[in-house]
């Protein structure tokens, strides 16, 4: 029986979910990326479920996966991004904050993605049109709201625009501090909050272009009808980089005003 692409990519992220909840708090081996980064050996047993998914349904297709890199026969314009642990630290740390990502990019754009939460049990996902949350089987589109006031505030590195720009500046002005709550779980999880209403917005700086790690989130934040743009409210993956996704366009807008107030002064790097 064929499989569409969303329903694939809903497969694929719950078998690395499946692999985290049964490694969850056991002795895990490290291996050491540098500059402080690591993997864990649920890492790749994760990324190993979820790549045998994908290869089985679709074995021509390319995949580029946090762990393994670039793999499949080449020459495909289809290729599937995977990060089979987003959270990592969290993780090591016994602190139930992850997801396991998994997109599919034709050309250009991304198609379907889905992003597991593998401790709530659920499965936010996307075929492009709309965006849901799976739960027990069960599907609910999800829709972007700026109730909540948190905004997720991405304090890891790199930092390229770190001369003009640094997320941690945001929670120190008073104007953020007037509207806005700060969070910071370390995981791109939080993307997915905010297609569902869970977070008003995320801010982060970097270059995200081909990043297993936001190409879920961002798929499906557009599904839902939020608003990304770069760092500073240039379309995605130009200029500046970064991403700035709020769930509407006044919160957008207050956030984009608090940004463009830093890199008018011209900070140094802290």
């Known amino acids: 029986m064929s499989i569409t692409d969303g329903e694939l990519a ?21 291996v050491d990326k540098g500059a ?10 994760a990324e190993r479920a979820v790549l045998d998914v994908l290869r089985a349904a679709r074995p021509w297709d390319e995949v580029l996966a946090e762990e393994s890199g670039r793999t499949g026969p080449g020459g495909s314009d289809r290729v599937w991004l995977v990060d089979p642990l987003c959270g990592t630290l969290n993780y090591a740390a016994r602190t139930m904050l ?26 936010y996902w ?10 027990d089987g069960v ?22 625009n770190e001369a003009t720009f640094r997320a941690v500046r945001l929670l120190a002005d008073p104007g953020f501090e007037a509207r806005f709550r700060p969070r910071v779980v370390s995981t791109t999880l939080a993307v997915a909050w905010v297609a569902a209403g869970r977070r008003a917005a995320y801010v982060t700086d970097g270059q995200l272009r ?12 557009r599904a839902a009808g939020c608003v990304v743009t770069g760092i500073r409210g240039q379309p995605l993956h130009t200029g500046a980089g970064g991403l700035l996704v709020a769930a509407d366009e006044e919160t957008h807008a207050a956030l984009s005003a608090l940004v463009d107030r830093q890199f008018a002064a011209g900070h140094a790097p802290l």
Request: charged share 20%.
């Open 210 to 221: 081909d990043s297993v790690h936001f190409a879920s989130g961002i798929a499906l934040c």
């Open 10 to 30: 809903v497969a694929a992220a719950e078998a690395g979910a499946v692999v985290l909840r049964a490694r969850y708090g056991t002795a895990l081996a490290r």
């Open 126 to 135: 996307t075929e492009g049109d709309q965006a849901h949350v799976r739960r």
């Open 36 to 45: 402080g980064d690591f993997a864990t050996a649920a890492d790749l047993d």
């Open 139 to 160: 599907d609910e589109q999800i829709t972007p709201s700026a109730r909540s006031r948190l905004v997720e505030v991405n304090l890891d590195p790199p930092f390229p």
């Open 98 to 123: 992850a997801s396991v990502n998994v997109a599919l990019r034709v050309g250009a754009t991304t198609t379907v993605a889905a992003c597991a939460d593998p401790f709530a049990g659920e499965v």
